[in-house]
C-alpha cells in the first residue's frame, strides 16, 4: 500500500535551478532510506542520489550541484537541483526501501517526473 508520489518536474534552461520532492504514504512502519535515480533517453536508470541513515551518496556528474535531503517525520526526500546542464535530462525517480510492518521491507518507485534542461 505504500506509494511514493513526486512533484517539481519541469523545462529549464541550462544553468537554472529545479527542486524535486517525493512524498512516500500508505502502510509505512519505517523508512530505511530514500533517494533519486533519473533515466534518459537510450540510457539505462542510474542513481543520482541517496539519503541511507544519514549517509549521502551523490553520482560524480551531479556532485556539488544538487543536494539531497530529507524530512524524515513526513517521509520526504528533496532534491535540489543548481547549475543544470542539457545532460541532466532525463525521467526522475524517487526511490525508497521501506519496511511496511515490523516484518516486512521493499523497494518502492515513483511514477517518475521529467526533467528537460535546454541548452
Known amino acids: 500500500q505504500v506509494q511514493l508520489v513526486e512533484s517539481g518536474g519541469g523545462l529549464v534552461q541550462s544553468g537554472d535551478s529545479l527542486s524535486l520532492s517525493c512524498a512516500a504514504s500508505?502502510?509505512?512502519?519505517?523508512?530505511?532510506?530514500m533517494g533519486w535515480y533519473r533515466q534518459a533517453p537510450g540510457k539505462e536508470r542510474e542513481l543520482v542520489a541517496t539519503?541511507?541513515?544519514?549517509?549521502?551518496n551523490y553520482a560524480d556528474s551531479v556532485k556539488g550541484r544538487f543536494t539531497i535531503s530529507r524530512d524524515n517525520a513526513m517521509n520526504t526526500v528533496y532534491l535540489q537541483m543548481s547549475s543544470l546542464k542539457p545532460e541532466d535530462t532525463a525521467v526522475y525517480y524517487c526511490n525508497a526501501y521501506i519496511y511496511s510492518s515490523s516484518s516486512a521491507w521493499s523497494a518502492y518507485w515513483g511514477q517518475g517526473t521529467q526533467v528537460t534542461v535546454s541548452s
Open positions: 500508505g502502510s509505512i512502519f519505517r523508512v530505511i532510506s
Open positions: 539519503s541511507n541513515s544519514g549517509a549521502i
